[in-house]
């Protein structure tokens, strides 16, 4: 299992230093995902790609709930009326669930890919000042190694905290 390390840096010089540290301490590359505002140069960098900075899982994972209910729902309705005595009932209301949870995911996610990560938000004003934030994700047994790393070679970068669960899928 993994947790999120979010990191604040100040500039692209630092971020790269920082990418180095953390290869050398055998943090994969693609565990490492940087982030800035529009317009900031990531040359170099393994930038966060759209599952990290938006709110696509989220919302795909919501429309799945929500579009089985209402299949689900919509099934169990038609059983009930005259149109229920020409298919099978189980198999109807099966189809209709498995059917609203793939529509529901895929339209959620279209409108999740255009929104900003609620969990990011916090960091808008200091990527707006050009700040580079990085979301490292670490095993659970290396924090404290990798947080002690950090914070010694790298003062002039801020600290801002875990993230508690790190998403299975981004």
């Given at each position: 299992m993994r947790r999120r390390i979010y990191w604040l840096l100040p500039d692209l010089q630092s971020a790269r230093q920082v990418m180095d540290d953390l290869l050398l301490a055998r943090i994969e590359n693609s565990h490492n995902h940087f982030m800035a505002h529009?317009?900031?140069?990531?040359?170099?960098?393994?930038?966060?790609?759209?599952?990290?900075?938006?709110?696509?899982?989220?919302?795909?994972?919501m429309g799945l709930a929500l579009g089985a209910a209402l299949g689900?729902?919509?099934?169990?309705?038609?059983?009930?009326?005259?149109?229920?005595?020409?298919?099978s009932?189980?198999?109807?209301?099966?189809?209709?669930t498995a059917l609203g949870a793939g529509?529901?995911?895929?339209?959620?996610?279209?409108?999740?890919?255009?929104?900003?990560?609620?969990?990011?938000?916090?960091?808008?004003?200091?990527?707006?000042r050009g700040e580079i934030l990085l979301m490292a994700d670490v095993p659970s047994q290396r924090i404290n190694e990798i947080e002690a790393m950090l914070?010694?070679?790298?003062?002039?970068?801020?600290?801002e905290g875990l993230e508690p669960n790190v998403p299975a899928f981004p």
């Open positions: 529009d317009g900031v140069d990531l040359s170099g960098l393994h930038e966060a790609n759209l599952l990290q900075v938006t709110d696509f899982v989220r919302s795909a994972q689900a729902a919509a099934g169990a309705l038609i059983t009930l009326s005259s149109l229920g005595e020409l298919v009932k189980p198999g109807l209301v099966a189809a209709l529509f529901g995911a895929w339209s959620a996610s279209m409108i999740g890919a255009s929104i900003p990560s609620r969990r990011l938000r916090r960091f808008e004003p200091a990527l707006a914070h010694a070679k790298h003062q002039e970068g801020h600290d």
